[in-house]
């Protein structure tokens, strides 16, 4: 069974960074293009980013430069570091195994002075 926890999320101020991880299990990870995607209160599920098997990334213009994702494979982990965080960047954030379409639980970041 494909499970993807998540962990990382919190409180934190506006200009911090914080960094999420998506483990996975059941897949074989290496194998797979891996997504996040985050939804704020009372808005749609948006896409943020993505990294390929081979480690390429695409992102959001929303995030762009201020976000990176990265994988270790040897962990069967996926991460989201997000810098210079803004108040609009609270959500929760979910990742996703596209092939397949598996999600994380979610976590909820909190940008807020």
């Known amino acids: 069974q494909v499970q993807l926890v998540q962990s990382g999320g919190g409180l934190v101020q506006p200009g911090e960074s914080l960094t999420l991880s998506c483990a996975a299990s059941?897949?074989?990870?290496?194998?797979?293009?891996m997504d996040w995607y985050r939804q704020a209160p009372g808005k749609q599920r948006e896409y943020v980013g993505m990294?390929?098997?081979?480690?390429?990334?695409h992102y959001a213009d929303a995030v762009k430069g201020r976000f990176v994702i990265s994988r270790d494979n040897t962990k069967n982990t996926m991460y989201l570091q997000m810098n210079n965080l803004k108040p609009e960047d609270t959500a929760v954030y979910y990742c996703?195994?596209?092939?397949?379409?598996?999600w994380g639980q979610g976590t909820k970041v909190t940008v807020s002075s």
């Open positions: 996703k195994v596209p092939q397949g379409g598996y």
């Open positions: 059941g897949i074989r990870f290496s194998a797979h293009n």
């Open positions: 990294i390929s098997t081979g480690g390429s990334t």
